[in-house]
Nanobody, 124 residues
Framework: QLQLVESGGGLVQPGGSLRLSCAAS????????IGWFRQAPGKEREGVSC????????NYADSVKGRFTISRDNAKNTVYLQMNNLKPEDTAVYYC?????????????????WGQGTQVTVSS
């Protein structure tokens, strides 16, 4: 069974940091482009960041540029999202997705494997 498992979410104060992890089981993560997405209550799921198979290409939503950094360790079958200077508007459930074809993309509909999500809450 192809699975992604997110971890690392939690409650953090504005200006704080969190590192999310996305671990794969049942397949080789290095064969896939990986994206991070988030969904806030009442809103559609949106692309946050993505990274190509070997990590040579990355992309970020304008709202997180300069604050979030995506990286991957294919030997550990894991992708990370380092989130710094968090803001209340970053509060959401964060999901990782795997995309086999093409390259890095922030388009939600192009991803076929999803995790269950991890909650990130930014509040004082």
């Amino acid at each position: 069974q192809l699975q992604l498992v997110e971890s690392g979410g939690g409650l953090v104060q504005p200006g704080g940091s969190l590192r999310l992890s996305c671990a794969a089981s049942g397949f080789t993560l290095g064969d896939y482009n990986i994206g991070w997405f988030r969904q806030a209550p009442g809103k559609e799921r949106e692309g946050v960041s993505c990274i190509s198979r070997r990590g040579s290409s990355t992309n970020y939503a304008d709202s997180v540029k300069g604050r979030f950094t995506i990286s991957r360790d294919n030997a550990k079958n894991t992708v990370y999202l380092q989130m710094n200077n968090l803001k209340p508007e970053d509060t959401a459930v964060y999901y990782c997705g795997a995309r086999f074809l093409g390259s890095c993309s922030l388009a939600t509909m192009t991803y076929g494997i999803w995790g269950q999500g991890t909650q990130v809450t930014v509040s004082s």
